[in-house]
């Protein structure tokens, strides 16, 4: 017997986790990713649609405030060039270190 569940895309958006509700040693960053239109439908997967703005050219830009973690970088790093970090500089650093990192690993190889 198959079971079918259906849910609302917005109820469960509106789970996300509040700022309130991080403990106080984790540390949010106000974050800006511009994407192109066609990998925009990632940041509406990941994201409630307020968070997101339609620009004239057809992107989209993020704004959001998440903790740089694991996540975020698992969440940028698949998405290639069809990204781009507009803010923080940190993060656009790390994820250029990250990305060397991995380039070097399999230069070796």
Request: a negative charge; one cysteine or more; aromatic letters at 10%.
């Amino acid at each position: 017997m198959q079971t079918v569940s259906t849910f609302k895309r917005t109820e469960l958006l509106n789970k996300l986790p509040d700022r309130t509700d991080y403990s106080d040693d984790l540390t949010l960053t106000n974050i800006k990713l511009k994407c192109t239109t066609g990998i925009a439908y990632r940041f509406y997967d990941e994201f409630p649609p307020d968070l997101i703005t339609q620009n004239t050219d057809d992107s989209c830009t993020l704004s959001v405030c998440l903790p740089i973690d694991h996540w975020l970088y698992g969440f940028i790093l698949p998405l290639g060039t069809e990204v781009e970090i507009l803010e923080p500089e940190t993060l656009k650093k790390g994820i250029i270190d990250f990305a060397e990192k991995i380039a070097a690993h399999h230069k070796k190889v």
